[in-house]
């Protein structure tokens, strides 16, 4: 497609469940991220995917968040458990390098009832 | 302390003013900075990409990079109600994790 795409827009679940999010990147990108946007909050990395090497999970805050990244392009981003301090808009971006040119998809609007 | 300073605002300014916007931060290894804009319920589109200190401008839009102070700056010119969005400040070292600011809400009244 011609830019990312996020499912889905948005996530209403109850504490204690799991939920899936998913991103579809530009095709040809090889690097793929995830951030997290709290309410008032600037963006926060998560998890940095590049290509066949081994991803950058140093931004997940616990062990309850896990992402794959299968064939080098779609990617899940899983909660497990959720709490209600998860609830955020979760967004995804893929570039075409590491690094630059970003592009963003719209997000995932979680809210943890 | 945050990485990265931004004032949340809001800011209010008339139709054709100027909006001055500004991020300071404190790891002297960023070396590159963004000014990203942020549609409600959008993700955000990049506006401008500066490499170290100077000025760079694109139309109605100047950044501004004082490395030495750790200070930068958008101004947007001439203002326009399509300007109004929320305006986040971002940047790197050597690496590919942006770390951003909070983010400005600009009103830009008709």
């Known amino acids: 497609g011609a830019g990312v795409s996020q499912s889905p827009s948005n996530k209403v679940t109850e504490k204690g469940k799991d939920v899936e999010l998913r991103c579809d990147p530009i095709?040809?990108?090889?690097?793929l991220y995830w951030y997290r946007q709290s309410l008032g909050q600037g963006l926060e990395f998560l998890i940095y995917?590049?290509?066949?090497?081994?991803?950058?999970k140093s931004g997940l805050p616990s062990d309850r968040f896990s992402a794959e990244r299968t064939g080098g392009s779609v990617s899940t981003l899983t909660i497990q458990r959720t709490q209600q301090e998860d609830s955020a808009v979760y967004l995804c971006?893929?570039?075409?390098?590491?690094?630059?040119?970003?592009?963003f998809g719209s997000g995932t609007r979680l809210t943890v009832v | 302390q945050k990485e990265v300073e931004q004032d949340p605002g809001p800011l209010s300014v008339p139709e054709g003013a100027i909006v001055s916007l500004n991020c300071t931060y404190s790891?002297?290894?960023?070396?590159?900075f963004m000014w990203y804009r942020q549609y409600s319920r959008k993700g955000p589109e990049l506006l401008m990409y500066?490499?170290?200190?100077g000025n760079k401008e694109d139309g109605r839009f100047t950044a501004q990079v004082d490395k030495s102070s750790k200070y930068i700056s958008l101004f947007i010119r001439d203002s326009q109600p399509s300007d109004s969005a929320t305006y986040l400040c971002?940047?790197?070292?050597?690496?590919?994790?942006?770390?951003f600011g909070a983010g400005t809400t600009v009103t830009v009244r008709a």
């Open positions: 971006a893929s570039s075409p390098i590491a690094g630059d040119g970003y592009t």
């Open positions: 095709s040809g990108h090889t690097a």
């Open positions: 995917f590049q290509g066949n090497s081994a991803p950058d």
């Open positions: 790891n002297s290894a960023f070396q590159y």
């Open positions: 500066t490499y170290s200190s």
């Open positions: 971002a940047m790197r070292g050597n690496d590919y994790k942006l770390s």
